[in-house]
């Protein structure tokens, strides 16, 4: 296992800069997501560590040693790629005695490995399959365990899940997360599914045009984003802006177009007058009870079933937001309810 660190890193292209002053430090055994949508610079990160491009400026680290001019192939991290990069005339076995054939391991050791590693991915008794007689799930599994048995520092995927079936996904992450447990191998995990990431992750670094924007456990990220983007990035959020009006203590009114609501400042140090942003999440618009805080009338545009919830789109005097119910309520379009909006869900923006 390695501690990975990245200081100030630079990758341009053409001049623009694809990654621009990342720094981040890596634990060893810490399975570490970047998260962001196309074209934020995960990938072009996750490949400067691999060695596959050069950084402009900045410095990578494996536990203390500096890699920038360490080529790839002496690096000692092994890479999952989305297309699994079988080779499509080499058998199960083959495939993944690769990397231990390169590196000139013994006869003896490659027939331990590879055989572990076959048990590990539930693929005993595929050894002589070709790639083409395999499911994506299965070709997955052997591209799992062909970066596995070369017993890497690091290990790096690259979207892996993203040619499976949503249902084969969920699945496949289970198994790498447990894997990766199992293992202890430090992992940097690319991917734009927020799902995915807040399911198999110990802190989830999310990405936004070459910078990172915020570096949390998957929990923190999702209850408490830091910006709009991580905010509307990370699951379902409404996002607005309010004047404050009022505050007592640590608590805040805010004048919105539908009406005035308390919430926790936390430590948001806007004064009386000041206009700021925030963002709640769907599931902290309830149906109102009496004596619920923060009470909002709203017109019902869309109700979709869920199955265990009703995602609902609301017009509130011209602001449209978004809310669950319990599937068992009975709301539909046109309805007019009364929600509730508690203090503590109002998470303040940068």
């Not at 341009?12 to 570490?32: I, M, Q, R, T």
């Not at 990578?60 to 920038?68: A, K, Q, S």
């Not at 984003?225 to 959020?237: D, N, W």
């Not at 948001?268 to 923060?294: C, H, I, K, M, W």
């Amino acid at each position: 296992m390695s501690r990975l660190i990245l200081k100030d890193l630079v990758k341009k292209f053409d001049n623009v800069a694809a990654v621009n002053h990342v720094s981040l430090e890596v634990e060893e055994g810490e399975f570490v997501t970047l998260l962001g949508p196309s074209g934020c610079g995960k990938t072009t990160t996750l490949r400067t560590i691999a060695g596959f491009y050069q950084p402009d400026e900045g410095e990578i680290y494996f536990n203390d040693r500096l890699m920038n001019n360490i080529p790839p192939a002496k690096r000692n991290t092994s890479m999952c790629f989305q297309s699994y990069a079988l080779f499509p005339h080499m058998n199960v076995w083959d495939n993944i005695a690769f990397g231990l054939k390169m590196r000139k391991i013994s006869q003896p050791e490659q027939k331990k490995r590879v055989a572990q590693a076959l048990e590990m991915m539930s693929l005993s008794g595929m050894e002589k399959r070709m790639p083409g007689q395999l499911s994506g799930g299965q070709q997955q599994r052997v591209a799992l365990a062909r970066a596995i048995v070369t017993q890497p520092d690091i290990l790096l995927f690259d979207e892996p899940l993203s040619n499976l079936d949503a249902k084969l996904r969920v699945q496949v992450r289970v198994e790498i997360k447990e894997m990766q447990k199992r293992l202890g191998i430090t992992s940097i995990y690319v991917t734009h599914d927020q799902d995915e990431a807040l399911a198999i992750s110990d802190r989830i670094v999310v990405m936004n045009q070459g910078q990172i924007e915020q570096v949390g456990d998957p929990q923190s990220i999702y209850l408490h984003p830091m910006t709009s983007f991580v905010a509307g990035f990370i699951g379902l959020a409404n996002i607005l802006s309010g004047q404050v009006v009022a505050r007592k203590e640590n608590q805040v009114q805010l004048e919105l177009p539908f009406g005035r609501f308390w919430a926790f400042a936390g430590g948001l140090r806007a004064s009386v007058g000041d206009t700021v942003r925030f963002s709640f999440r769907p599931e902290n618009v309830v149906q109102y009870r009496e004596g619920s805080p923060n009470k909002v009338s709203a017109t019902i545009q869309h109700a979709i079933f869920m199955g265990d919830t009703i995602d609902l789109f609301l017009d509130a005097k011209g602001t449209r937001l978004r809310a669950r119910a319990e599937s068992a309520a009975k709301l539909k379009p046109g309805d007019i309810a009364v929600f509730s909006i508690d203090e503590t869900a109002f998470q303040f923006l940068e």
